[in-house]
């Protein structure tokens, strides 16, 4: 199995510009979570979903952050417009809850500069 | 709300000191637990976790955990550390709490830094 994929692995941009990060979670998984994890906060979940549907998204930092997962093979995370303090590492990763044991596979994160 | 709390924040050993990296929970329900590791760099990886049965687990590379529920811990040892294990360890504790039920709520995290 590829595992978590996550692309683009480095982006750089402008403030005010649009980000999309995307991710792919293990095939058969149904849970995909998205985290962002810097040297101040530390790792925080952002949004989880089960099934395609948004479960919890109170860990949103505000209304620039928008996720969708289309399908149980996609999922998107946009920050519109970004600002510097958006800078940060973000992970994907993804469970099955038929396993019971709900662990994490992580993909190996999009780190994120806003100039 | 459930809680993961690690004790420190920064561990700093010479190689081949033992290791144990303190993890309490604050939940009273069944409960499965988690210590993952992010190398410099990486992602997380899973290290070991405890669903069921012996308290005592054992992971990858050396590293063990052991389950104390009348304490709501779950440290993690290393009987003697080298330099690659310099990292920054995670402790995650999963529920079935309803609400949060697939969620892994997360530690703070410890880095260790090895000394060679």
């Known amino acids: 199995d590829a595992g978590v994929i996550q692309s683009p692995r480095h982006e750089v941009t402008e403030m005010g510009q649009e980000v999309t990060l995307r991710c792919k979670p293990i095939s058969g998984h149904d849970y995909l979570f998205w985290y962002r994890q810097t040297m101040m906060r530390g790792l925080e979940l952002l949004i989880y979903f089960n099934n395609n549907v948004p479960i919890d998204d109170s860990g949103m930092p505000e209304d620039r952050f928008s996720a969708k997962m289309p399908n149980a093979s996609f999922s998107t995370l946009k920050i519109q417009p970004s600002e510097p303090r958006d800078s940060a590492v973000y992970f994907c990763a993804s469970s099955l809850a038929r396993a019971r044991y709900y662990e994490q596979y992580f993909g190996p994160g999009t780190r994120l500069t806003v100039t | 709300a459930q809680s993961v709390s690690q004790h420190n924040h920064h561990v700093i050993l010479s190689e081949a000191a033992s290791l144990e990296l303190g993890c309490n929970y604050s939940y009273g329900g069944t409960v499965n637990l988690f210590w993952y590791v992010q190398y410099p760099g990486q992602h997380l990886q899973l290290l070991l976790k405890y669903f069921s049965g012996d308290p005592l687990v054992k992971g990858i590379k050396g590293f063990e955990a052991e389950f104390i529920k009348s304490k709501f811990s779950f440290n993690l040892r290393k009987p003697s550390v080298q330099w690659s294990d310099t990292a920054e360890y995670f402790c995650?504790?999963?529920?079935?709490?309803?609400?949060?039920?697939?969620?892994?709520?997360f530690g703070k995290g410890t880095k260790l830094s090895v000394k060679p």
């Open positions: 995650a504790v999963s529920t079935h709490y309803g609400g949060s039920q697939g969620n892994l709520i």
